[in-house]
């Protein structure tokens, strides 16, 4: 039940895809509420270490699915992405 004077809103389940990759790049979609921004970040241990934003990768969504390519992806022997929700 809304209470008077909030505003009643759906929020859309954020959803990444694979777009694509080559030898060197990465690329996937994801999707957003409108005017939600988000970064993505990277780190090389799944488990320890800091993320770090990728230079390039902020988005406000727009309800469309946004996409990101990451130039040089592959040059770690493994490296591990997170798509982050900014305030």
Request: proline share 3%.
């Amino acid at each position: 039940m809304p209470i008077k004077g909030t505003a009643a809103t759906a929020r859309k389940e954020s959803k990444i895809s694979l777009a694509s990759y080559t030898a060197s790049e990465l690329g996937f979609r994801f999707s957003g509420n409108r005017g939600q921004r988000f970064i993505v970040e990277s780190r090389t241990n799944f488990s320890t270490g800091g993320w770090v934003e990728v230079p390039g990768s902020m988005r406000t969504g727009d309800g469309t699915a946004q996409k990101v390519t990451i130039a040089n992806a592959f040059q770690q022997q493994q490296q591990f992405y997170l798509v982050k929700l900014l305030p």
